[in-house]
């Protein structure tokens, strides 16, 4: 049985160039792209998006990051889905991300960690419905 995990490959990610290195690394780990699009989110729909974190310190850079460039949303299909791709884009922190991850790879911060994981199967479910429509997902 195969499962899904929502991903975004962020502003900062995109602004530098990596959005092919990084799709490359998914690709190469075995991932299925099932949905994808290049797409640039208001401040309202980052603000909706990440309103689970609405009464945290960080929401408001978060959001106005979130909002600056163009965003890669994809959906992709693995068995172990979620866990694989976490272990796949490493710590938040890039300095403490392992090597040969995205995030050692591509992130320069913890606010700047190139790409967005789901943390849970219920998670990457509610969060590939918010960009893709089940019309848009194979």
Known sequence: MTNRTFTMIKPDATEKGSTGGILQ???EAGFRIVAMKLTHLSAEKAGQFYAVHKERPFYGELVEFMSR???????LEKDNAVEDFRKLIGATNPADAAEGTIRKKYATSIGENAVHGSDSDDN????????FSKLEQF
Not at 69 to 75: D, K, N, V, Y
Not at 124 to 131: K, L, N, R, V
């Open 69 to 75: 460039g163009p965003i890669t949303a994809a959906i």
């Open 25 to 27: 690394m998914i690709n």
């Open 124 to 131: 990457a479910a509610i969060e590939g419905d918010f960009f």
